[in-house]
């Protein structure tokens, strides 16, 4: 079924036992979400779909079995290009057919949307003297939907109760934290009034994805905000990141999502008790990094927000024999979910999947294979890790 919103119907159905989710009356199941910034994007539009179009590409059947050793219930994919068409071929070609002796694995249901990412703004945002440059997009990108994102999910999605806030303005936010032109005296100007007035906060998007979990909802809340880094002494990719991140840290937070306004003109943000699980690739690190600081602290900290910590041996490991920026690395390399540079900045935990309270945490792990074991060939399939929490629902909603 087609929409404003793409929605993928049903179609027909390891080595890390999926929990199982009884909705039978009386049994509380047990959901695994995960995010994965899967790296499935390409240089030119309509190159995913081409990729995609046969069983044989080596990149899509790492990540296809990585996602089928984990064996997510919900899943985030970050960095899949924009392509409805891409989201069958997905899942004909590489999901459904068992990778390396893992089992295959269905999802029925589906989301993706349009992003910011390569959507021109005819303003020159980066200074550069030019217009219409991947920098000069809404969201960096070389054409409209690159490094775009996608929902995979066993249970239904309500699809009549979706969110989608792509359009919502920077400038709409109370107190944002506009990039400031260090050659002025005046604060937060680094864009005119007229970029401004257009200027949208998301870098790709952020989604209100409501899943029905047997007679329970859980809000799935996506997003992919920008790195950083890649800009000047203005720091308007910083600034952006924190604010990116500071929206769903308003609008899970009873009375201080009252400004936001989704794409459909809707005000506010989720209703007190309401249940969710935020996940996405945040692109930042609590303590190390470029971050702005406390940046993803607004979300780890919020009233309702559950800061589990998924881990694993293999990070630890992998920054020890990598070296580098590591070593001066504050942050316990145990909790990382990104391989990057050694020299800078390191790896990081920049990918969370953070569940809300009424919602009870089991069991939880970055998928980063230990070296000279049986998954190891895994871990260059992205610079990202697979991040999963395992949460059980109570039976109703919770009334903090």
């Given at each position: ?97 068992g ?22 703004t ?30 995979l ?45 257009v ?6 998007s952020?989604?209100?994805v ?44 009873p009375?201080?999502?009252?400004y ?25 690190d ?31 490991e ?27 900045p390191?790896n ?43 949460v ?9």
């Amino acid at each position: 079924m087609k929409r404003a919103l793409l929605l993928v119907l049903p179609l027909v159905a390891g080595a890390i036992a999926a929990p199982v989710a009884d909705a039978a009356s009386g049994v509380s199941p047990v959901v695994r979400f995960a995010t994965f910034n899967a790296s499935l994007n390409r240089a030119v539009a309509g190159q995913l779909v081409a990729d995609l179009s046969t069983p044989d590409n080596a990149q899509a059947r790492k990540v296809a079995e990585v996602v089928q050793r984990n064996r997510p219930d919900v899943l985030l994919i970050n960095e899949f290009d924009y392509a409805p068409a891409a989201v069958d071929l997905f899942r004909d070609n590489y999901l459904e057919r068992g990778q390396n002796g893992a089992a295959g694995i269905d999802y029925p249901y589906a989301f993706s949307a349009p992003v910011n990412t390569g959507v021109p703004t005819g303003f020159d945002l980066n200074r550069d003297g030019r217009t219409g440059t991947a920098d000069d997009a809404y969201g960096f990108g070389f054409f409209p939907g690159q490094f775009g994102m996608l929902v995979l999910s066993k249970h239904p999605i309500d699809t009549d109760a979706i969110r989608t806030f792509q359009h919502f303005r920077w400038k709409d936010m109370p107190g944002a934290l506009l990039p400031d032109d260090p050659a002025t005296p005046a604060a937060g100007d680094w864009y005119s009034p007229a970029v401004l007035d257009v200027f949208r906060l998301s870098s790709k998007s952020h989604w209100d994805v409501p899943i029905q979990i047997g007679r329970h909802e859980v809000h799935f809340l996506v997003s992919h905000p920008t790195p950083p880094v890649f800009d000047g002494a203005e720091d308007r990719n910083g600034t952006r990141n924190h604010d990116e991140i500071r929206f769903w840290a308003d609008y899970l937070t009873p009375g201080k999502g009252r400004y936001i306004y989704d794409d459909n003109g809707k005000r506010g943000g989720l209703r007190f008790g309401e249940r969710f699980v935020v996940a996405g690739d945040q692109n930042s690190d609590e303590v190390d990094g470029d971050s702005i600081p406390g940046a993803v602290q607004q979300l780890l900290t919020a009233p309702r927000v559950l800061d589990v910590r998924p881990g694993s041996a293999g990070g630890v490991e992998a920054a020890r024999l990598q070296g580098g920026a590591n070593n001066t690395h504050m942050g316990d390399p145990y909790f990382d979910t990104g391989d990057f540079s050694d020299n800078a900045p390191g790896n990081l935990r920049t990918d969370y999947v953070l569940p809300s309270r009424g919602l009870f945490p089991l069991e939880s792990a970055v998928f980063w294979p230990l070296p000279d074991t049986e998954f190891d060939r895994l871990n260059d399939t992205t610079d990202h890790k697979l991040v999963r929490v395992d949460v059980r629902l109570n039976r109703v909603n919770s009334k903090e």
